[in-house]
């Protein structure tokens, strides 16, 4: 089944312990990206890849990190999480082609307390 | 980044009644999006509209793009419970970005 798979589902962390979120998809799908979803701002993007070894900011990247070393794999690095991270993840791919669609992970509902 | 404006924020209803959405926009797209996104999960494609004009229907729910591709609607006829959820908006960004509307929040009771 084609899908983009995160994990883990759900994350409870104290400020300042360093957390991965991972995410994977198997669409052979060069693009990457990661979204925060919050209420009443919507779905931000954080940071995207257009393929392996190239990242780039989007709109709300500050705290956060990524790195692309597989096509398929795209990890959310959270070096000091605060309570402003406190918010819903989601990863998403998609090939590079006009007027295609993203494909989602199914979240990641991040507390930092 | 060229906002997406959509309307109601909020739209609650009975099983069976037809409604619509709104996505509208100051600036010309070359195309726009459409995602619904279920409690817990993902936004999930629905459709995407191209041309000025075009009517694109999936089952129930009819979507339009403007002529001048400027706005688009979201059509839904007899509207049952499972239509429930967050209906969103989104133009891609030179490939770069999917940039959303904030959505609509459709809630249909039995």
């Known amino acids: 089944e084609a899908q983009v798979t995160q994990n883990p589902r759900y994350l409870i962390t104290v400020t300042g312990k360093k957390l991965t979120v991972t995410c994977s998809q198997n669409?052979?799908?060069?693009?990457m990206s990661w979204y925060r979803q919050d209420p009443g701002l919507g779905l931000r993007q954080i940071y995207y890849?257009?393929?392996?070894?190239?990242?780039d900011k989007g709109d709300v990247p500050e705290g956060y990190k990524v790195s692309r070393k597989e096509k398929r794999n795209f990890p959310l690095i959270l070096e000091s999480p605060s309570p402003n991270q406190t918010s819903l993840y989601f990863c998403?791919?998609?090939?590079?082609?006009?007027?295609?669609?993203?494909?989602f992970g199914s979240g990641t509902r991040l507390t930092v307390v | 980044t060229q906002l997406l404006e959509q309307s109601p924020q909020f739209l609650s209803i009975q099983e069976g009644e037809n409604l619509t959405v709104y996505c509208n926009s100051s600036?010309?797209?070359?195309?726009l999006q459409w995602y619904r996104q279920e409690p817990g999960e993902g936004p999930v494609l629905l459709v995407t509209?191209?041309?000025?004009?075009e009517v694109k229907k999936l089952k129930r729910l009819t979507f339009q793009f403007g002529d001048a591709r400027k706005d688009s609607s979201l059509h839904i006829t007899a509207a049952q419970p499972g239509d429930t959820g967050l209906y969103l908006c989104?133009?891609?960004?030179?490939?770069?970005?999917?940039?959303f509307g904030k959505g609509t929040t459709l809630s249909v009771s039995s």
């Open positions: 998403a791919s998609s090939p590079i082609r006009d007027n295609y669609g993203y494909t």
């Open positions: 669409m052979n799908h060069e693009y």
């Open positions: 890849s257009m393929n392996v070894e190239v990242t």
């Open positions: 600036s010309v797209f070359s195309s």
């Open positions: 509209v191209v041309t000025g004009g």
């Open positions: 989104a133009r891609n960004q030179a490939g770069t970005a999917l940039i």
